[in-house]
């Protein structure tokens, strides 16, 4: 199975310049969230989705805009890059909104903006 | 609002040395706790979850007590490996849909 996969890996950006975060999964979860993986600071919720069509902002949303067209595919997109979102950003899904379900995590994308 | 502190890191032990991991945490509610594992290179696993007061959580030799009068849920292992590597998160979950609340990650380097 191939789980939560993101792509690309690596990426660097110029300040200014925009990008999207690909994100899918393939175990049907209605649950999709992206977070931001800082030093010093954890994990920090970004957006969140309940399902396709549904949308909304979590912890440090701003600079940052999704969409849920489909089950399967939860994108991130930046639409200025700035060096403040230089970060590794983790999607995360789970099968519903149940708060005892766990996340199943991609392996990350390492964001650099210059 | 929600949080969760978790004591500073890197924790460097021998191997087979006993494992403790401090995690506190300030919720409004009842939350849900849980450990994720981070291993180099990789996304977040579950390690372990506990739902209610007193619920032992459990895996792979792994163990967390979800202690409400002290509003702690410490990870402990009685014998580490070097497989065990890695960077340990402890969460909460005070709310529907899965909005996690992470502490900022404790590393643990095991030397053979």
Redesign the interface.
Known sequence: NAGVTQTPKFQVLKTGQSMTLQCAQDMNHEYMSWYRQDPGMGLRLIHYSVGAGITDQGEVPNGYNVSRSTTEDFPLRLLSAAPSQTSVYFCASSPGGERNSPLHFGNGTRLTVT | GNS?TQMEGPVTLSEEAFLTINCTYTATGYP?L?W?VQYP??????LL?A?KADDKGSNKGFEATYRKETTSFHLEKGSVQVSDSAVY?CAL????????V????TRLLVSP
């Open positions: 969760v849900s849980f994720y290179g990789e996304g977040l696993q579950l979850k739902t998160f979950s005070d709310h529907g849909f899965q909005k996690l992470f502490g900022t990650g």
